[in-house]
């Protein structure tokens, strides 16, 4: 059986961000609990240049397709457990 790769693209709004150093610093904190706890790689992929709002991108890999759409439910989960309201929206793409 071959390896399924899946990737998450999540927006998000940061309304409390008055400056680009406020924004990265909430999405800095984001990206670093994501690695530690999911073990998948991140980073900020869109809107780097606006003070409310933020794209990360989020990829894991893995042995069934199962268990990567369970991963990135999973991250999308605790993103909105940590900081509810942020999540605008999400796309989800395995391969």
């Known amino acids: 059986m071959a390896a399924a790769i899946g990737f998450l693209e999540v927006h998000l709004r940061i309304p409390e961000a008055h400056s680009l150093k406020e924004k990265r610093g909430v999405v800095k904190r984001i990206i670093e609990r994501l690695k530690?706890?999911?073990?998948v790689s991140v980073s900020e992929i869109g809107?780097?240049?606006k003070w409310q709002s933020s794209v990360i991108g989020v990829?894991?890999?893995?042995s069934s397709k199962q268990v990567v759409d369970a991963t990135l439910e999973k991250v999308v989960v605790y993103i909105e457990d940590l900081y509810p309201g942020k999540v605008i929206n999400y796309y989800k793409e395995i391969f």
């Not at 530690?36 to 073990?39: A, E, S, V």
């Open 47 to 49: 809107e780097q240049d």
């Open 36 to 39: 530690n706890k999911f073990n």
């Open 59 to 62: 990829v894991t890999i893995a």
